[in-house]
């Protein structure tokens, strides 16, 4: 089947504009997670949805960053005055379930803000 | 505070040879420990994962050996192959996944 799809593959974008990245997990999946990563590091967890509701949005940097998953399917990331140090690809993963549950990553999407 | 500190950076290796990367954890309330393997442009992908209470797991060539009073556990690629070469990230995971910063790990043919 499917695995997880992100859009786009590649955002690029300038400083003050306001991005919106999106995630298709895998069919069934309740768990979605986002992650951000930095060139040379390991992924950075900034928010997990189990179903509709985030269960833990704890590691969004700030107010700026918010993300959505209306119908427990899709799940869209937003970003409003981006920022230059917001560069990084943005990685989702999603799962059957939360704590032991294999994560299955997207693609990622890469952003860049000039 | 970085979570989950991994070594080394970056490592070579004569195809055939054995591959060890090793991670440390200081949050004695993780209670589970996957690798993952990442190619240029992809996500990351399970590779291997362990639970506290064995100290050792094994998978094909892939091993994970789990040492909890030291808070250590490491992964042994053995009979490495050019093909194995990619980023490899340790994590743990309590409420949440925290990883590791990679390793690099190239076997040379």
């Known amino acids: 089947g499917a695995g997880v799809s992100q859009t786009p593959s590649n955002k690029v974008t300038e400083k003050g504009k306001y991005v919106e990245l999106r995630c298709d997990p895998i069919?069934?999946?309740?768990?979605l997670y986002w992650y951000r990563q930095s060139l040379g590091q390991g992924p950075e967890f900034l928010i997990y949805f189990q179903g509709t509701g985030a269960a833990d949005d704890s590691g969004l940097p700030n107010d700026r960053f918010f993300a959505v998953r209306p119908e427990g399917s899709v799940s869209t990331l937003k970003i409003q005055r981006t920022e230059r140090g917001d560069s990084a690809v943005y990685l989702c993963?999603?799962?059957?379930?939360?704590?032991?549950?294999?994560?299955?990553f997207g693609p990622g999407t890469r952003l860049t803000v000039l | 505070q970085q979570q989950v500190k991994q070594s080394p950076q970056s490592l070579i290796v004569q195809k055939g040879g054995i591959s060890i990367i090793n991670c440390a954890y200081e949050?004695?309330?993780?209670?589970?420990f996957p690798w993952y393997q990442q190619f240029p442009g992809k996500g990351p992908a399970l590779l291997i994962a362990?639970?506290?209470?064995?100290s050792e797991k094994k998978e094909g060539r892939f091993t994970i050996s789990f040492n909890k009073s030291a808070k250590q556990f490491s992964l042994h690629i053995m009979d490495s192959q050019p093909g194995d070469s990619a980023t490899y990230f340790c994590?743990?995971?309590?409420?949440?996944?925290?990883f590791g910063t990679g390793t690099s790990l190239t076997v040379i043919p």
């Open positions: 994590a743990a995971s309590g409420n949440q996944f925290y």
């Open positions: 362990i639970r506290p209470d064995v």
């Open positions: 069919s069934g999946h309740t768990a």
């Open positions: 949050n004695t309330a993780f209670d589970y």
């Open positions: 993963a999603s799962s059957s379930g939360a704590g032991y549950n294999e994560q299955f």
